[in-house]
């Protein structure tokens, strides 16, 4: 049984702040998400992501709501997490992946009730899976278990790696799926070798065929070789039908089967902040036609039906689903008001519904269902019921001119008493990326203790920076070979604005943010003396100790468009530890042990240059995390050490040891 326990002494600010969430009450707050419509539209299954302290865990169950009278109940109750629902073509069996046994695996259950069933118990896991169009099957993606040769070298040697050559592939297989068998069947490969990696996949409607992208292999240094191929189910064989330069990915098949419709970086180089558009292909191969050209921003491919593609995007601080007509390759926003954020979309098989997870500004996200095209949302969960014990601060979307005239937006959190005649400190908080994006809805706390900044008596500037996603292509690539030094003022720019509107105290001025948030903190903290104190956390310090140590190389050749050995100079510009010395900032560093997007030498490298010029600073690293905090008491100690260090250096407070 999983338990949610709230022990006082743990409540961060629970005298004084009573009427805002405390750290652990806001780390404890559950959310919704992967909303899946059963064919018919009766049902949505989705998944609640909650906190067990105990086990120290963020866990996820699936949940299910009858669309016509809004009844809702939990389907699965199990140790760990179960989540991934897909729903039988009948609707009556609903499949998912779960974690009860350790590995993550395939059960079945009947949504109406009765216990779960395993499907699977596959050595590696079980990554992605679909249900073949007559049910009859399931297509699973996994990495492929180990050879007896490597097994053999494991056993004499220990473990090693060869660097960008053990490789762990991901391939298909398929399994049936029948109510009587009395014992697990046996999975059989339907892609093998070592001349490509699966990713994403999808049956073609006679489900004699299935698509999928794929790349050569799973190192994300590699990215850029995803292609389309289709593979035919009656003798395995493959072919690659899209080999374009740039990534292809998300295979999505016509109603026909004639067409198959896909992701592309339409053989833009530098696709790391370009558009992602949706192309259509000849299924049985040919030359791609650009569909999606006039939606400036990246076409998120969702589905095909008889009346047009249907794909999700970004608009500004919205987020909304569009249906594109690939004849005329116009499109049409569905979703409504303007404000709206609006994603995960699921489809019920007429294509006459749509279930979704929806939010408004200063509302928390909520499981809904809607008729397509007309859009009339009703909302099936109340998870904003969790803010009507705590005043909370209130979110508005704003704007300012930055630096060389490029507007900025960013949303601007204001406490829930707020008087227009004081002035405020102000915190700033970083979004990552660079292709994040900061919006007016409530999420739950994390890294950073917003609401209760807010509730100290401060402003909060969410800044969606140069590079920011929603914004369009152009935008996003403002900070090419600008990283840093465009980004700083972006955000220094809405510092004065707020200044200049009198609503802030410019001597009690803020700043942190994680990965790319962290860096830009980073740069804040070596080239600024405008701040008080900053926290950078998973930060990069110095370009070239990034790109060397990466996990994703191709990143920072994008966007500074060379490397460290043959242009050194925009390394040393955009890097914060070009400017050391004129670092007066106090910092807080915090940074994942095993991080290997953003490797931990960054931070002792800051650490070390920052204590050798006599800045005050402080480091924490989180031992066993990578690039993200993703269990709840560390994230407890993360919110609460910056609660405390912006406590001293902004706000003037004792802290205790």
């Keep these: 049984m999983k338990l949610n326990l709230l022990p006082l002494f743990c409540l961060v600010g629970v005298m004084a702040f009573a009427q805002t969430p405390s750290i652990q009450q806001s780390i404890s707050m559950k959310s919704v998400g992967s909303p899946k419509t059963s064919p018919d539209g009766r049902w949505v299954a989705y998944t609640v992501t909650e906190t067990n302290w105990e086990e120290n865990a963020y866990e996820t169950e699936i949940w299910l709501a009858n669309t016509a009278t809004g009844e809702k109940y939990p389907l699965t109750n199990s140790k760990k997490s ?70 053999e070298r494991v056993e004499k040697y220990s473990d090693y790696e060869v660097v960008q050559q053990d490789y762990k592939m991901t391939h298909l297989y398929i399994l049936p799926v029948s109510d009587t068998a009395t014992k697990l069947p046996t999975p059989k490969a339907l892609t093998k070798g070592t001349d490509f990696s699966v990713g994403g996949f999808s049956f073609s409607p006679d489900g004699t065929k299935i698509a999928f992208d794929a790349t050569k292999n799973p190192d994300l240094i590699n990215s850029h070789t995803a292609d389309i191929y289709v593979l035919t189910l009656a003798d395995t064989t493959t072919r690659k039908i899209v080999s374009m330069k740039g990534p292809d990915n998300n295979p999505v098949w016509s109603p026909d089967g004639k067409q198959i419709a896909f992701v592309t970086a339409n053989e833009d180089e530098f696709f790391f902040y370009a558009n992602r558009l949706i192309a259509s292909v000849p299924a049985e191969g040919g030359t791609p036609t650009v569909l999606s050209q006039s939606f400036d921003e990246n076409a998120g491919l969702l589905n095909w039906s008889s009346e047009g593609i249907w794909f999700g995007g970004l608009q500004k601080t919205s987020a909304h689903l569009f249906l594109l007509n690939p004849s005329t390759k116009k499109f049409t926003k569905i979703t409504q008001p303007d404000n709206l954020i609006a994603n995960q979309f699921s489809f019920t098989k007429d294509f006459k519904q749509i279930a979704f997870v929806m939010a408004s500004p200063n509302q928390m996200g909520e499981i809904a269902v809607s008729t397509i095209p007309a859009f009339s949302p009703k909302i099936l969960t109340q998870m904003s019921d969790q803010l009507k014990p705590y005043k909370t601060a209130s979110r508005e979307v704003i704007s300012w001119k930055s630096r060389d005239g490029a507007t900025i937006e960013g949303v601007l959190i204001k406490p829930a008493n707020y008087d227009p005649t004081k002035k405020y400190p102000l915190l700033v908080v970083i979004h990552g990326g660079p292709t994040g994006i900061d919006m007016p809805s409530i999420t739950a706390d994390r890294y950073y203790p917003i609401e209760l900044f807010a509730a100290k008596g401060a402003l909060v500037l969410r800044p969606n920076y140069r590079g920011s996603a929603g914004y369009g292509k152009a935008f996003r690539a403002l900070n090419v070979r600008n990283l840093g030094v465009g980004d700083y003022d972006d955000v220094i720019s809405g510092v004065d604005f707020l200044i200049g509107k009198g609503m802030v105290d410019k001597d009690k001025v803020g700043a942190m943010g994680w990965s790319q948030g962290g860096y830009i903190s980073a740069f804040i903290t070596t080239f600024s003396d405008r701040f ?27 966007y500074l468009k060379g490397t460290p050995w043959n242009d050194p100079e925009i390394y040393k510009k955009t890097s914060p530890i070009s400017y050391i010395k004129t670092a007066k900032t106090p910092t807080l560093i915090q940074h994942g042990e095993l991080d290997r997007r953003v490797p931990i030498a960054n931070a002792y490298e800051l650490r070390l240059a920052l204590e050798d010029n006599n800045v005050p600073v402080k480091m924490v690293v989180y031992k066993g995390f990578g690039h993200g905090i993703t269990k709840p008491k560390q994230m407890r100690q993360v919110m609460e050490e910056n609660l405390q260090w912006f406590g001293k250096w902004v706000f003037g407070e004792e802290t205790k040891n």
């Design 82 to 151: 179960n989540s991934s629902p897909v729903w039988s073509p009948d609707g009556k069996t609903l499949a998912f992946l779960s974690t009860r046994d350790d590995k993550s695996q395939i059960y079945v259950i009947n949504p109406q009730g009765g216990e779960a069933k395993a499907l699977t118990k596959f050595e590696t896991g079980v990554s992605y899976f679909d249900f073949s169009p007559n049910g009859k099957s399931i297509v699973f993606a996994t990495t492929v278990p180990d050879s007896k040769a490597f097994k």
């Design 532 to 558: 008080k104190a900053t926290s950078v956390g998973a930060g990069i310090s110095n370009w070239a100790t990034y790109y060397q140590n990466t996990d994703i190389t191709p990143f920072t050749r994008q």
